[in-house]
Nanobody
Framework: QVQLMESGGGSVQAGGSLRLSCTVSGGTASTYCMAWFRQAAGQEREGVAALYIGGGSPYYADSVKGRFTISHGAKKTVLLQMNALKPEDSGTYYC???????????????????????WGEGIPVTLSS
């Protein structure tokens, strides 16, 4: 069973930076899609970034392109570096894992989309202006 755990959230002023980390445990697949999505109170889930662990370029939502960077860290971790944060970036951030379809089809964009089978409990990110 795959388990995901997010860390690194918190409160930061607008314009600041945070780095989120997702630690993956369990599972036997060596290639898979990893993504981050967020959800603000009363709003729909929004995928922010995805990366196919096995090769290929990352994917980003237009709202975060140029500010956020997803990368594969050491020991089955996936990082989300968030710079130039804006108040609208506030929300609970989740990491998720799925098959390659999750990345290539774009289903990562909806958060918990088709073939994105596992996600963590989420971690809050709060922006103050």
């Amino acid at each position: 069973q795959v388990q995901l755990m997010e860390s690194g959230g918190g409160s930061v002023q607008a314009g600041g930076s945070l780095r989120l980390s997702c630690t993956v445990s369990g599972g036997t697949a060596s290639t898979y899609c990893m993504a981050w999505f967020r959800q603000a109170a009363g709003q729909e889930r929004e995928g922010v970034a995805a990366l196919y662990i096995g090769g290929g370029s990352p994917y980003y939502a237009d709202s975060v392109k140029g500010r956020f960077t997803i990368s594969h860290g050491a020991k089955k971790t996936v990082l989300l570096q968030m710079n130039a944060l804006k108040p609208e970036d506030s929300g609970t951030y989740y990491c998720e894992q799925g098959s390659s379809y999750g990345c290539y089809s774009g289903s990562w964009r909806t958060g918990g989309g088709q073939r994105m089978d596992y996600w963590g409990e989420g971690i809050p990110v709060t922006l103050s202006s």
